[in-house]
């Protein structure tokens, strides 16, 4: 064999074992996608509550609109939230118009200030009671309440290591169902969705209680807080 030709050889097998390598690699590893679920019991409720009101011309509905705010702010001030609890959400003012089928034209109505405010409630036995407050001071609409708690951060830890010990567990069962054992980690990536359920019947109570004297009553059940995993171990033969 002269030099050229052993060279090449040299060159051929180094080249092979590097391609070879890798797909073996990844040939002897098992990939788990596994969650962990935490109970948790919502302590708090973040409120939207919005101002809308209507007049001919964008100064008067913005008058209207910023009256309407002092009014609701006081009315949360008297049932104990704080003003560090309250904010603007969003703030618009814009044109309104109607359709006119016997003139197939728009009319010019006016204009609509809409406050949304988003308010935080730290007590839930007094949820009600904002709800309430809020729609005698004015508030047009409260279409959202979600509910949350202050021990979100420790669940979502505790889910968080639920997620990775299932995964393992899955993980060592597969291997062993092969004849083979785990190895080292090799990769690991979690993802967290946050769900917060929606009263939908926030809007209606508060409606209705304008006109009632029967309180409007909350009653959030327990949430669940979930975090996912995907883990990557090498196998070893045995």
Not at 142 to 157: G, V
Not at 182 to 194: C, I, R, S, T, V
Not at 204 to 225: C, H, M, N, W, Y
Request: glycine share 4%.
């Amino acid at each position: 064999m002269n030099k050229m030709s052993f060279f090449s050889s040299i060159i051929l097998f180094f080249t092979f074992s590097a391609f070879a390598l890798p797909l073996y690699a990844a040939d002897s590893a098992v990939t788990v996608s596994a969650q962990g679920t935490v109970s948790v019991k919502p302590d708090m409720a973040e409120l939207r509550i919005q101002l809308i009101d209507r007049a001919r011309t964008a100064e008067q509905s913005a008058a209207l609109s910023a009256k309407k705010h002092k009014t609701v702010q006081q009315a949360l001030r008297a049932v104990g939230v704080s003003i560090n609890d309250t904010g603007t959400k969003s703030f618009s003012i814009r044109q309104e118009w109607e359709w006119n089928n016997s003139t197939r034209k728009r009319n010019f109505k006016g204009y609509v200030a809409t406050h949304v405010l988003h308010v935080l409630v730290k007590n839930l036995d007094d949820v009600g009671r904002v709800i309430d407050a809020s729609v005698r001071a004015g508030a047009n609409e409260i279409p959202i309440i979600r509910f949350t708690s202050s021990e979100y951060e420790k669940k979502r830890r505790e889910a968080l290591v639920k997620a990775v010990e299932n995964a393992k567990k899955d993980a060592q069962i597969m291997a062993m169902a092969s004849g083979l054992s785990l190895g080292k980690l090799l990769d690991m990536q979690h993802e967290y969705n946050p769900v917060y359920p929606v009263h939908g019947m926030a809007q209606g109570r508060a409606e209705k209680a304008l006109s009632s004297t029967v309180p409007t009553e909350i009653f959030p059940s327990e949430q669940d807080v979930n975090v996912s995993v995907h883990c990557r171990w090498s196998l070893v033969g045995k």
